[in-house]
């Protein structure tokens, strides 16, 4: 097919796609709207000098307006201006949740240098690989990440040349010589003064450059603009305006900020729509502190991955709390069985929005309208968003409704490419299409159904067998807590699935009873050729069943 002919294709197949989504969206809702010229500073600049007192952070118990969080940014972008960093400078962070990392965010979108965020639980060999490949002119550490920074040092060809430290524990700051000078934050905040630096930034500058969190492989640094996340954010506020009024933004960030739900939900969507963040510290809370601060603060929005639900539901020690400030709980990562959404709602009253991103598209893809759900669906697309399923061979033809194929995705929100890799990012981009690697379809309504990862496709006597679609079975089982299915080696079939299943407490439930009820559901090549009971599905950093793990066998399998 001829680029024109190929281009014309796509177009006439989206135009009608856009009537079905339209007709699922809410009144009021507009699919389409033109994106504003403005920057990450812009927004924050904004809402500190028209809304000083409102909270915008409530982290330990304390509260930190906006006023306040603004002036501490400014310090340490002056800081960090004396230190020779100008704009497009990458700075590499490795901070779990807390306030030091927005703070120093919201600096760096002052200057227009690059926001890398690192994962405080990185080993020295990713820190290695990491540093390098961004070339970080200044790495932030602390008490948790500043061990594992300093081992890296010692055997890498790059480094950067300054370290700023936000631990609370006071630790040896003259550890490695290859280090210009070591700097704690604190000093930073003391010894600059509060004036907003002058930089010329633009809508389209790199300001964050986000790695993805892939299974295998090195991952590789997505580069996301200002426009970008303005667009998402937006997107995000026009469909959330259905159930929050305009001053009623506040949002329960439990998840990471080191990913991209984390990261977008935590920071850049409430900097937009200036809400207020209640963050809990650390890097992975347990349940029962997040329900706590559910219940004292009363935020309306919880962004929540399944495991965080599938373990509400099945602990009754939780349902005590008050979740009713919820309005909005947006669930994604890996599938969330219905039984789950449907127990969930029983228990308070809320429903579950599930959404489907990937880091390449600034998470937000499709989201489940509050007007219509549909059961094991991910929704329609964000404002702004084109979606199409296209053939897996070569991706040039688009499907028809009910077709599985690749998804791509065209947005504003996409990325820019990945980090000086052209041929990355035109394997992945192509004619401003991102191919997702996705593998899914849209109904007759235009709802998006996941089917897999390209990559994970097993493939059966030369069929293709999707993992996810046998762990959504497997997980609508009243004594399956949990599942993880993946693809092993078998000399006559090529590959067999072999699923991993967390039981219930007390459960008698056998492997026999396992295949038999697969048989209700699954074609017979689907149905799992191996059972194995196991005490918990390891999750990735990502907060996803990691299969890598589970293909080289579990610990504590039966």
């Known amino acids: 097919m001829n680029l024109r ?104 979108f002052k200057l227009g240098l690059i926001v890398v965020i690192g994962n405080p639980l990185d080993t020295d060999y990713e820190v ?79 300001q964050v450059l986000q790695y993805t969190g892939g299974t295998t492989g090195f ?13 998402n954010a937006l997107g995000a506020k026009q469909l959330y305006a259905e159930v929050l009024e305009s001053g009623d933004w506040s949002t329960l960030v439990a998840l990471p900020m080191s990913h991209i739900a984390g990261f977008t939900t935590g920071i850049t969507v409430n900097m937009v729509t200036g809400g207020t963040i209640v963050l809990m510290d650390g890097m992975r809370p347990s349940l029962q502190e997040v329900v706590e601060k559910i219940e004292k603060y009363k935020p309306t929005i919880w962004p929540a991955v399944p495991v965080q639900i599938n373990r509400y539901v099945n602990t009754p020690s ?54 219509k759900y549909k059961q094991g669906k991910t929704g329609i697309p964000y404002p702004n968003v084109d979606v199409l399923i296209v053939d897996i061979e070569r991706g040039t033809k688009v499907m028809p409704l009910g077709h ?43 709802f998006l159904e996941i089917m897999d990862r390209k990559k994970d496709v097993i493939i059966i006597s030369g069929f293709n067998v999707y993992p996810r679609e046998i762990d959504e079975v497997l997980n609508t089982h009243s004594e399956i807590i949990d599942s993880c299915t993946v693809g092993i080696p078998d000399e006559e079939k090529g590959q067999v699935s072999k699923s991993y299943i967390v039981k219930k407490s007390g459960s008698n439930l056998s492997k026999e009873d396992i295949f038999e009820y697969c048989r209700q559901y699954l074609t017979k090549y689907k149905i799992p050729k191996r059972i194995e009971f196991v005490d918990f599905i390891p999750m990735t950093k990502n907060n996803k069943p990691d299969r890598t793990i589970m293909i080289k066998g579990s610990p504590t399998g039966s």
């Open 404 to 446: 599985e194929g690749e998804i791509i995705v065209r947005s504003p929100s996409i990325m820019k490419g990945y980090w000086e890799n052209q041929e990355l990012t035109e394997n992945q981009i192509k004619n401003g299409w991102l191919y997702t690697g996705d593998i899914g379809l849209l109904d007759e309504d235009g």
């Open 318 to 371: 939780l349902h005590q709390y008050d979740l009713s400030s919820l309005k909005i709980i947006v669930c994604g990562a890996a599938p969330l069985p219905v039984e789950t959404i449907l127990s969930f709602k029983k228990l308070t009253g809320i429903n579950i929005n599930e959404g489907y991103g990937l880091t390449e598209a600034l998470r937000s893809v499709t989201l489940t309208p509050f007007c």
């Open 5 to 108: 002919g190929y281009n014309d294709a796509f177009e006439f197949a989206l135009a009608k796609n856009k009537r079905i989504w339209e007709k699922s969206y809410s009144d009021g809702v507009n699919y389409s709207f033109p994106i504003p010229n403005w920057t990450m500073k812009d927004c924050f600049n904004y809402w500190g000098n028209t809304q000083e007192n409102t909270p915008y952070v409530i982290y330990r118990d304390i509260t930190y307006s906006y006023g306040e969080c603004n002036v501490k940014a400014r310090k340490i972008a002056n800081g960090l201006k004396k230190l020779g960093c100008k704009k497009d400078d990458r700075i590499l962070i490795y901070l779990p949740n807390n306030l030091d990392l927005i703070l120093i965010c919201q600096a760096c």
């Open 219 to 231: 991952n590789k640094g997505c580069c996301h603009t200002n426009r970008g996340y303005i667009a």
């Open 128 to 206: 290695r690989r990491k540093m390098a490949d961004c070339t970080a002119r200044i790495v932030i550490v602390n008490e948790i990440s500043a061990a594992t920074m300093f081992k890296a040092m010692e055997d890498s060809r790059y480094n950067p040349q300054f370290i700023i430290y936000c631990g609370e524990d006071s630790i040896d700051l003259n550890t490695n010589k290859k280090i210009k000078k070591i700097l704690t934050l604190s000093t930073i905040i003391q010894e600059n003064n509060e004036s907003e630096p002058v930089t010329n930034l633009n809508a389209d500058d790199i």
